[in-house]
């Protein structure tokens, strides 16, 4: 099950990306399961991580390479996580960024790695080395697509977004592609994604807006809680348009731009938790009136974490009680239960320290059937907002889980 449209968006090409989505089988014979990309010289390159202390080996091989600059390929694998593997793990993300590496004239530390899927396995790398020398004759800016495709492992659909805008008569692009269902919780979640600009950014803000986007993205969704070992956030930025250089996190063009990444940011975000393992609902989950964001996030996640919650979502059933619960055990120190508010969509449902006098259970009903639904918390004790993104939790959530290795 997912929830919402399920075709890839217009993904506009950028100039100075080429991708290439190859078919290695390394869970399954004949998907693409290989990604490529080429990137002009002089891109700047900006990564975030998964804290994860059980990092997986090509996330630890990144977290080396993207410092030294001048990244020139990303490497991506799915089917296979390259994840609590030891050194051997280690040698295997090295050698694959060589061998890609020696079909050009670059060096291995101009390679990022990334893989996705099952952990503790060993990478198949006979299969990934073969398809390596085959990347250079595939790769084309207008490959997005099947790059989403290839980077899938137990999604459903690929996902994309791409955001243009005008600045003095130019037209910027900033696209991407991300990966995720399930083990979804920050910081970050199981995701790859994977978004380039051809604007000019200096490195630093390029880095500094990445993080931002992230915390505003990524970092504000979950399906079941988990964290995965593999989760990287990258973002690209070529420098062909004919526009100056970004230097600074100022002025229109910078608002502008970071506009647009936080945009994709979220689309892709969104996009992962319409296609949560088995999610029949998306589900934001607004909190208002906090004393600090901090405190709006953990009501957040209290509530959107909440199996009792996310079966209720699943069945329908406005068992508002549950959502009352998850705020009072959310651990916010002197909440006044009389103050807080409680919304399902636009229908009132708590107020006063009980149930609102003007609410039915057919009012409630009627919006835990929809397939997207809001849930908006007021504290009532300040002026800081934050917000979540979840699902429900379904028979499905357990049954592909259970499945995944087979």
């Given at each position: 099950?997912?929830?919402?449209?399920?075709?890839?968006?217009?993904?506009?090409?950028?100039?100075?990306?080429?991708?290439?989505?190859?078919?290695?089988?390394?869970?399954?014979?004949?998907?693409?399961?290989?990604?490529?990309?080429?990137?002009?010289?002089?891109?700047?390159?900006?990564?975030?991580?998964?804290?994860?202390?059980?990092?997986?080996?090509?996330?630890?091989?990144?977290?080396?390479?993207?410092?030294?600059?001048?990244?020139?390929?990303?490497?991506?694998?799915?089917?296979?996580?390259?994840?609590?593997?030891?050194?051997?793990?280690?040698?295997?993300?090295?050698?694959?960024?060589?061998?890609?590496?020696?079909?050009?004239?670059?060096?291995?530390?101009?390679?990022?790695?990334?893989?996705?899927?099952?952990?503790?396995?060993?990478?198949?790398?006979?299969?990934?080395?073969?398809?390596?020398?085959?990347?250079?004759?595939?790769?084309?800016?207008?490959?997005?697509?099947?790059?989403?495709?290839?980077?899938?492992?137990?999604?459903?659909?690929?996902?994309?977004?791409?955001?243009?805008?005008?600045?003095?008569?130019?037209?910027?692009?900033?696209?991407?592609?991300?990966?995720?269902?399930?083990?979804?919780?920050?910081?970050?979640?199981?995701?790859?994604?994977?978004?380039?600009?051809?604007?000019?950014?200096?490195?630093?803000?390029?880095?500094?807006?990445?993080?931002?986007?992230t915390d505003a993205s990524f970092n504000r969704i979950t399906v079941d809680g988990d964290t995965s070992t593999n989760d990287?956030?990258?973002?690209?930025?070529?420098?062909?348009?004919?526009?100056?250089?970004?230097?600074?996190?100022?002025?229109?063009?910078?608002?502008?731009?970071?506009?647009?990444?936080?945009?994709?940011?979220?689309?892709?975000?969104?996009?992962?938790?319409?296609?949560?393992?088995?999610?029949?609902?998306?589900?934001?989950?607004?909190?208002?009136?906090?004393?600090?964001?901090?405190?709006?996030?953990?009501?957040?996640?209290?509530?959107?974490?909440?199996?009792?919650?996310?079966?209720?979502?699943?069945?329908?059933?406005?068992?508002?009680?549950r959502i009352v619960a998850a705020i009072g055990y959310a651990g916010i120190d002197g909440l006044d239960d009389s103050l807080v508010t409680v919304h399902l969509d636009d229908v009132l449902i708590v107020e006063n320290g009980?149930?609102?006098?003007?609410?039915?259970?057919?009012?409630?009903?009627?919006?835990?059937?929809?397939?997207?639904?809001?849930?908006?918390?007021?504290?009532?004790?300040?002026?800081?907002?934050?917000?979540?993104?979840?699902?429900?939790?379904?028979?499905?959530?357990?049954?592909?889980?259970?499945?995944?290795?087979?």
């Open positions: 099950m997912a929830v919402g449209e399920t075709l890839l968006p217009v993904l506009h090409p950028i100039a100075g990306v080429r991708l290439a989505a190859l078919s290695a089988g390394i869970k399954t014979i004949g998907r693409k399961d290989v990604l490529v990309m080429s990137l002009a010289e002089g891109t700047a390159v900006a990564g975030v991580f998964t804290q994860n202390a059980f990092c997986a080996a090509p996330v630890k091989l990144c977290k080396n390479h993207l410092p030294l600059g001048n990244i020139r390929y990303l490497l991506v694998n799915s089917g296979n996580a390259n994840a609590c593997t030891g050194e051997e793990g280690l040698a295997d993300a090295l050698l694959s960024c060589k061998t890609l590496a020696d079909t050009t004239d670059f060096t291995p530390e101009q390679v990022l790695p990334f893989s996705t899927g099952v952990i503790g396995e060993r990478l198949p790398m006979e299969k990934l080395l073969a398809v390596l020398p085959l990347a250079q004759e595939e790769l084309d800016a207008n490959n997005w697509a099947d790059a989403a495709q290839s980077i899938m492992t137990t999604d459903t659909r690929p996902k994309g977004a791409s955001v243009q805008f005008s600045h003095e008569g130019e037209v910027v692009n900033v696209t991407g592609i991300a990966k995720g269902s399930g083990m979804i919780k920050p910081n970050m979640a199981t995701m790859l994604s994977y978004i380039a600009t051809d604007l000019s950014v200096d490195t630093a803000v390029l880095q500094n807006l990445l993080k931002q986007a990287s956030n990258i973002l690209v930025a070529t420098g062909q348009v004919n526009l100056p250089a970004v230097e600074k996190a100022e002025g229109e063009l910078y608002q502008k731009f970071a506009d647009a990444v936080i945009d994709v940011n979220i689309q892709l975000a969104k996009s992962i938790v319409s296609d949560g393992e088995g999610a029949s609902k998306l589900v934001t989950v607004n909190v208002n009136g906090g004393q600090t964001p901090e405190e709006c996030v953990q009501v957040a996640y209290a509530v959107a974490q909440s199996p009792l919650v996310k079966t209720a979502l699943f069945a329908s059933d406005a068992n508002w009680g009980g149930r609102a006098s003007t609410y039915t259970e057919e009012m409630g009903a009627a919006v835990m059937k929809q397939e997207e639904i809001a849930i908006t918390i007021d504290l009532g004790r300040g002026d800081c907002s934050d917000r979540v993104w979840t699902t429900d939790l379904s028979h499905d959530y357990v049954s592909i889980n259970a499945d995944y290795r087979s």
